[in-house]
């Protein structure tokens, strides 16, 4: 398999689909849960869950980097474009999540702070460049896959002598926030959300390797099959997942074989090594904080840190009432349990950062599922 049209043929589908069938059993139910915010939409969009028998179901899992993002990190990312006045550089994604009072970076920008969306960190360099008597500040966010363009950038900007560039450090990593979840007492009371195994992630998998994962699926003896986006890929792994629950085994399982390698992307594990350093704790949005989940900038690059280079104010930012993002991101409930999916919070008036993100779990529901009754005992082990 080689063209994307070859990971979504129908007659595949229909084998895998029929090999589920027959090898899960009918007298236990499957709980498998997505991290990819990727995966949840290929779920949705090419109608993986309705493929499944009644007894295998897909939990949502917190892998889109901004819906895990906390608002009091959005609350200081508006003070350094307002207060500090600063040329604040983002992704779009960014742009419209809530933050404290409904405010957002696109509201500030319409209000007059100098707020810049950028399609990669070279562009953020380029303003910078650009604008030599003006601070820029790079709103750094992602996963292990983001990380490696931001170390490249921060480095480029000290070989340059860029001394008007820095960066708002959020960047997060993918196998403690999946030992996070396993050890939420949501999940270790398993009568609550029990999970059964995890597809793991492609991009953040192409970057870190397997191996990670390892520890993990020994110590928690849960099985991690790391999956490519497409519908195809999904099943695969899917079925690769139920043969190890059958087989009693927990063990890492790389489907998604033509990316990812076991060692992963050395020379971007090497620049990331060199620039970042582990935070002893980070707050994600869900999971509260969360011990050795995150980046710091290293000391040898400290005046290319925003966070030191400016004065934050700590937040004291609550989420919005009532909305459950929060659950929804440990797979606690479906956006479709929040009373306000749909009821005020859409797409294009998002309350959570679920509905907001185009990789978060509420919008795939919005935009490929909203109205579709699940089929009986399916999408109700959340």
Known sequence: ????????????????????????????????????????????????????????????????????????????????????????????????????????????????????????????????????????????????????????????????????????????????????????????????????????PSHVSSVIGSAPYEPFAKVYRRPVVIAGFEPLDVMQATLMAIRQLNDGRHEVENQYVRVVTREGNRKAQGVVDEVFELRPSFAWRGLGEVADSALRIRAEFAAFDAERRFEISPSTAREPKSCECPSILRGAKKPTDCKLFGNGCTPDNPIGSCMVSSEGACAAYWTYGRFRQPASGSEAAA
Request: charged residues 20%.
């Open 1 to 200: 398999m080689k063209y994307v049209d070859e990971f979504r043929a129908r007659d595949l589908a229909e084998g895998l689909a029929g090999a589920i069938r027959r090898e899960a059993a009918p007298g236990r139910s499957y709980n498998i849960m997505e991290f990819c915010g990727g995966h949840t939409h290929a779920i949705f969009r090419y109608g993986v869950q309705d493929l499944m028998p009644s007894n295998v179901h897909y939990i949502h899992g917190p892998g889109c980097p901004v819906c895990v993002l906390p608002i009091g990190r959005i609350d200081n990312a508006l003070e350094l474009a307002e207060r500090h006045k600063v040329i604040l550089c983002t992704y779009g994604d960014m742009m419209r999540v809530p933050a404290s009072g409904r405010r957002s970076l696109l509201k500030a920008k319409a209000d007059g702070a100098d707020v810049h969306m950028i399609y990669s960190t070279q562009d953020a360099l380029r303003i910078a460049a650009e604008n030599p008597t003006r601070q820029v500040v790079l709103f750094a966010i992602g996963f292990e896959t983001t990380t490696p363009p931001t170390a490249i950038a921060l480095k480029a900007a000290a070989d340059r002598g860029l001394t008007n560039f820095s960066v708002f450090c959020n960047h997060v990593l993918t196998p403690a926030a999946i030992k996070e979840i396993v050890e939420s007492p949501e999940v270790r009371d398993s009568a609550r959300v029990a999970i059964d195994a995890f597809l793991g």
